[in-house]
């Protein structure tokens, strides 16, 4: 009787072992995270002592940096990178450079002309304000936030991206999502529930009018003015209007759950697991899961990849897997971390002459044929950043 017993209690315990091995398998991640980023920072740093300090890497075009300006929508991307850094590693080299680059933005605070104050601002100043309660930031993003919010109509309950008279009456681009956590976080530092109100209304007039019934969506919404309904859905930046331009799909995707996070609301929520499902479902998303510029791009698989758009969608899957459970939760997180991995294995830009930038291969407008197939400031922001998202699951 004892043997039996015995070999019942070994065949069970090799069974619990069998399971667990194959659960430890699936849930194994390849991706060494720190690994990464300590690369980054060896590298960026090397970069950085070269730079001269009043100029904002932006790109690589044609072999050489591109930089911008601090008014341009890209700007907020390398002090964000900075500052994330600086949490990484905290030491005075990082938080030395994130403040110098940080300060030439301040002006952007007085900017009403379009809608990417939340790109900008809060990317710098918001997270040099976490990390540091410089009440000079404080003031930089409270005057920010009030310029962004100027371009906010009641009629159309949106906030208008672009001032295009002639071509557009009431443009809203499904970018402006991001915009709206700039907001959330002034509602809740400041007291003033006007911001959380606009940003709501905003994120609801967007998912009833930037969507189709697959959950992909326009990248261009124009209002009419008079009414306030939509009169027209586009592009600007895809390949077609009835096309699924791939970055766009990221930022609402991002958005809605950065939303569900600052609201509790059940209906982004559902949007942004609705997003996911319909990204990571889609008939043309490559086995890498980093997505073609545009997913309805008649000439894939000779097409671009757009790199950029893949580093938002798998921070965003990382921060939705928190808001959902079991298999759906192992979903976005493999999914968002097999993201991370084919990056860093496949799309990192090799070239020892210039170490600011870590991803190749990202497609800013290519209806323009600008910054197609080049490194972009804005991909290694979300790859930073979720590669953090990914350490803090572990
Ligand atoms: N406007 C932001 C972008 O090009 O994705």
Redesign the pocket.
């Known amino acids: 009787m004892a043997v039996f017993l015995r070999r019942i209690i070994t065949c069970f315990s090799l069974c619990v072992l069998v399971i667990s091995c194959e659960y430890a398998t699936t849930n194994k991640s390849e991706l060494d995270e720190r690994q990464i980023l300590n690369t980054i920072s060896d590298r960026l740093y090397a970069g950085i002592v070269e730079l001269d300090t009043s100029r904002l890497p932006r790109s690589v075009e044609g072999g050489k940096v591109r930089f911008t300006s601090p008014g341009s929508?890209t700007s907020g991307f390398f002090p964000g990178i900075l500052w994330m850094m600086a949490s990484y590693e905290p030491t005075k080299k990082w938080s030395d450079k994130a403040r110098k680059y940080t300060e030439l933005l301040e002006n952007v605070k007085y900017e009403t002309g379009h809608h990417d104050l939340g790109f900008m601002l809060y990317n710098s100043y918001g997270r040099g304000y976490s990390a540091t309660n410089n009440p000079a930031y404080r003031e930089v993003l409270f005057t920010g936030a009030a310029s962004l919010a100027s371009r906010y109509d009641t009629l159309m309950g949106a906030i208008k991206s672009w001032d295009r008279p002639g071509k557009w009456q009431y443009p809203v681009i499904i970018?402006n999502m991001i915009n709206l956590e700039f907001l959330l976080w002034v509602s809740k530092e400041s007291g003033d529930s006007t911001y959380m109100d606009i940003a709501i209304s905003h994120a609801d007039e967007t998912l009833k009018n930037h969507f189709r019934p697959d959950y992909s969506s326009y990248h261009v919404v124009d209002y009419d003015t008079v009414t306030g309904e939509p009169v027209w859905r586009g592009t600007h930046?895809g390949l077609s209007d009835s096309s699924d331009w791939a970055?766009g799909q990221a930022?609402g995707l991002y958005g809605y759950t950065m939303m569900y996070r600052e609201t509790g609301h059940v209906r982004y929520l559902n949007q942004a697991k609705s997003i996911a499902q319909y990204l990571l479902d889609h008939s043309n998303m490559p086995e890498d899961l980093i997505p073609y510029w545009d997913l309805k791009d008649p000439e894939i698989p000779n097409t671009h990849r757009d790199v950029s758009a893949a580093a938002i969608i798998a921070s965003a899957l990382l921060e939705l897997s928190d808001y959902v459970k079991d298999n759906q939760q192992l979903t976005y997180l493999t999914a968002g971390r097999k993201i991370l991995t084919n990056l860093d294995r496949l799309y990192t830009y090799e070239n020892d002459d210039i170490r600011l930038f870590y991803l190749d291969q990202s497609v800013?407008s290519k209806p323009k044929n600008g910054e197609v197939g080049v490194p972009v400031i804005y991909a290694d922001y979300y790859f930073v950043e979720a590669l953090m998202r990914s350490l803090e699951r572990q």
């Open positions: 929508w970018d930046q970055r930022w800013g």
